[in-house]
C-alpha cells in the first residue's frame, strides 16, 4: 500500500476548494470512472455528464486568482503572494507554472522548507520519485530533525514499492519522536504496510 507524504494533508480544504472552482470539464473516461460522476466534495450537486462551467466558478475564487496573478506580476519578490498564487496553479493542474514560481522562490530563500515541501508535492503527484526525494533531503541536509521531511521519505519509499525502507525509516520516527504527529502517523503506515 502507498502512503502519501504529510504535505498532501496540508492545504486540503484550499485544494478542494479550488479544484472545485477552477476545473473547467471533467473527462471520466479517463478518471476510470465509465462515464459515471464521481462521488466526491468536488463533484457533488452536479448532473451525470456535467462538469462544473464558468457559471460554476465563484466571482471570490476568480477574484482572488486574478489579483494573486496580477500581484505576481507587478511584484515577483513578494514571496507569500507568490506561494499562495503557485498553490492555486498547482490545484488548477497548471505544475509547469507552479514550479517555475517555486522555484523562483527558493532562489531568493533558499532555506524555505515550506516551499520545497510544496514542490516535492508536485513531483510527488508527478510520481517522479527521484525529484521528490531530492527535495525532501534538501530540507533534511539544513534541518537534520526535520520528521516531516523524514516521514515524507518512508511515503516516498513506499509509492516505490521499498516497503522494508519505508517502515525502517517510520520506525525510527515512532521510536525517536515519540508523541508526536508524526510518530502517530507513522505508526499507523507501518500497520497499513503490513508491517509487524
Known amino acids: 500500500m502507498k502512503i502519501k507524504p504529510f504535505y498532501i494533508y496540508i492545504g486540503v480544504v484550499a485544494a478542494a476548494i479550488v479544484f472545485l472552482i477552477i476545473f473547467s470539464t471533467v473527462n471520466t473516461d479517463k478518471a476510470g470512472l465509465n462515464g459515471k460522476m464521481p462521488q466526491d466534495a468536488v463533484h457533488q450537486g452536479l448532473k451525470q455528464g456535467q462538469g462544473p462551467s464558468a457559471a460554476d466558478l465563484s466571482a471570490d475564487i476568480k477574484n482572488k486568482m ?15 503572494n507568490a506561494r499562495e498564487y503557485a498553490e492555486f496553479l498547482a490545484a488548477a493542474h497548471r505544475p509547469e507554472v507552479a514550479i517555475e514560481i517555486y ?3 527558493l532562489k531568493k530563500a533558499p532555506k524555505r522548507t515550506d516551499i520545497r515541501f510544496s514542490l516535492g508535492l508536485i513531483y510527488y503527484e508527478r510520481r517522479d520519485f527521484n525529484k521528490a526525494e531530492e527535495l525532501v533531503n534538501s530540507v533534511l541536509g539544513y534541518d537534520r530533525n526535520n520528521v516531516q521531511a523524514k516521514y515524507n521519505l518512508g511515503a516516498i519509499a513506499s509509492s516505490r514499492g521499498d516497503i522494508a525502507k519505508a517502515r525502517a525509516i517510520w520506525q525510527d520516527i515512532v521510536k525517536n519522536y515519540p508523541k508526536t504527529e508524526f510518530a502517530t502517523m507513522a505508526a499507523e503506515a507501518i500497520q497499513m504496510s503490513g508491517a509487524k
Open 103 to 105: 522555484e523562483n522562490i
Open 66 to 80: 486574478s489579483a494573486l496573478k496580477s500581484n505576481y506580476e507587478k511584484n515577483p519578490d513578494d514571496t507569500l
